[in-house]
T-cell receptor, first 113, second 114 residues
Framework: GENVEQHPSTLSVQEGDSAVIKCTYS??????FPWYKQELGKRPQLIID?????GEKKDQRIAVTLNKTAKHFSLHITETQPEDSAVYFC????????????FGAGTILRVKS | DVKVTQSSRYLVKRTGEKVFLECVQD?????MFWYRQDPGLGLRLIYF???????EKGDIPEGYSVSREKKERFSLILESASTNQTSMYLC?????????????FGSGTRLTVV
């Protein structure tokens, strides 16, 4: 089955700097890659997603890139702010199995002001 | 706004007890999922369901079962709770369409087995 690896496990950046979180997946049939943000004590929430027919997607300060050949995708956050501090999860989904998501282990992002 | 409601935020149960975790969604989603979240391990899928009375095992089904008698409700059952089942349990629901893949999560149930 699908396996998703996520790095780094923790990331500290200074406010205003950029943050990059990387994920790799094992199954080339995966075609949907969402990112979730989980603030302390709250539920995970979808912040951006990308499908396998697209190489990059942006939403304000957040962008996701996908390299299907290398089977990796990344989350980029620019101009980080303290409210970006959270746990971020990447995930992958295989169409043939509906939309069951396999998650990475998570990255704790700390933005220092 | 989609709501996924988990019946309890915190639960403390004794070893060997039968435990029921309830999840209800109000958006007519076909798909429902149960994950457990542990530090350093991310979210691991226990069971999922694509329709009423339908269930499929996820990656870590041992020690768990599920029930989906109605479309809006998906229950996770710990047949005989053990201390290694102490965890945060997250329910999620979604549409099956390619256009609507995103999950909506519940707030989670933090279960402690003593």
């Amino acid at each position: 089955g699908e396996n998703v690896e996520q790095h780094p496990s923790t990331l500290s950046v200074q406010e205003g700097d950029s943050a990059v979180i990387k994920c790799t997946y094992s199954d080339s049939a995966s075609n949907y890659f969402p990112w979730y943000k989980q603030e302390l004590g709250k539920r995970p929430q979808l912040i951006i997603d990308i499908r396998s027919n697209v190489g990059e997607k942006k939403d304000q300060r957040i962008a996701v890139t996908l390299n299907k050949t290398a089977k990796h995708f990344s989350l980029h956050i620019t101009e980080t702010q303290p409210e970006d501090s959270a746990v971020y999860f990447c995930a992958a989904s295989i169409r043939e199995y509906g939309n069951k998501l396999v998650f990475g282990a998570g990255t704790i992002l700390r933005v220092k002001s | 706004d989609v709501k996924v409601t988990q019946s309890s935020r915190y639960l403390v149960k004794r070893t060997g007890e039968k435990v029921f975790l309830e999840c209800v969604q109000d958006m007519d989603h076909e798909n429902m999922f149960w994950y457990r979240q542990d530090p350093g391990l991310g979210l691991r899928l226990i069971y999922f369901s694509y329709d009423v009375k339908m269930k499929e095992k996820g990656d870590i089904p041992e020690g768990y079962s599920v029930s989906r008698e109605k479309k809006e409700r998906f229950s996770l059952i710990l047949e005989s709770a053990s201390t290694n089942q102490t965890s945060m349990y997250l329910c999620a629901s979604s549409y099956p369409d390619r256009a609507k893949y995103g999950y909506t999560f519940g707030s989670g149930t933090r279960l402690t087995v003593v």
